[in-house]
């Protein structure tokens, strides 16, 4: 089965530093990996997607995304953080079923925190 | 285009009652998947509907159950509620496509006294 791991269940920065929130996935196969945001009471929403397509992966509020092979890593980063990018972050692989369609297995989240 | 729609958003119940969630998906996904997230076990997959049919099962007790509706609206019930059940119950729909991305609503946040 599909897994992925997120080191640090929380990351904090600086408003205007480099934000950088790490995932490691482990499969068998070329996974497909996500990254989403949860903010406070919310469901989630879709920052970005690979799906082995190119490797840098550009998504919405200025993060992006780059799949390493060689490393087994889909790390998010974003090169400036802003006030508004403080949520919870959540990497996901898809896995498909034996039974068609598809499930997330999610990491178990970062907390980013940005402090002024 | 409206996005997925989950009633109610927040209730409360006691322990061995039961429960109903609503989900309205995106018009035109006919894939309804739902997901308990709780702070000690984090996002888990319950189960997955596609054409009023429950295609895939995660690891619950039988408490929970779910159903599509042929217009793709699902509810799922959880029975004799357990104070282990409070949880943020998020449902999500999808394309029939085989790249796996989820489209969620806001979850319905389930308290059990």
């Known amino acids: 089965a599909q897994s992925v791991t997120q080191l640090g269940s929380h990351v904090s920065v600086s408003e205007g530093a480099l934000v950088l929130l790490r995932c490691n996935y482990s499969?068998?196969?070329?996974?497909?990996l996500f990254w989403y945001v949860q903010y406070p009471n919310q469901g989630l929403q879709l920052l970005l997607k690979?799906?082995?397509?190119?490797?840098l992966v550009k998504g919405i509020n200025g993060f992006e995304a780059e799949f390493k092979k060689s490393e087994t890593s889909f790390h998010l980063t974003k090169p400036s953080a802003h006030m508004s990018d403080a949520a919870e972050y959540f990497c996901?692989?898809?896995?498909?079923?034996?039974?068609?369609?598809?499930?997330?297995?999610f990491g178990t989240g970062t907390q980013l925190k940005v402090e002024l | 285009k409206a996005g997925v729609t989950q009633t109610p958003r927040y209730l409360i119940k006691t322990r061995g009652q039961q429960v109903t969630l609503s989900c309205s998906p995106i018009?035109?996904?006919?894939?309804v998947s739902w997901y308990q997230q709780t702070p000690g076990q984090g996002l888990q997959f319950l189960f997955e509907?596609?054409?009023?049919?429950?295609?895939n099962k995660g690891n619950f007790p039988g408490r929970f159950s779910g159903r599509q509706f042929s217009n793709s609206r699902s509810e799922m019930n959880v029975s004799t509620l357990e104070l282990g059940d409070s949880a943020l119950y998020l449902c999500?729909?999808?394309?029939?496509?085989?790249?796996?991305?989820?489209?969620f609503g806001e979850g319905s946040r389930l308290t059990v006294l």
């Open positions: 509907y596609f054409s009023e049919t429950q295609r």
């Open positions: 018009s035109g996904h006919r894939s």
């Open positions: 999500a729909s999808s394309t029939p496509t085989n790249t796996g991305e989820l489209f």
């Open positions: 690979y799906t082995s397509a190119a490797t």
């Open positions: 996901a692989v898809s896995d498909q079923l034996t039974g068609g369609g598809n499930k997330l297995t």
């Open positions: 499969s068998s196969v070329p996974p497909y």
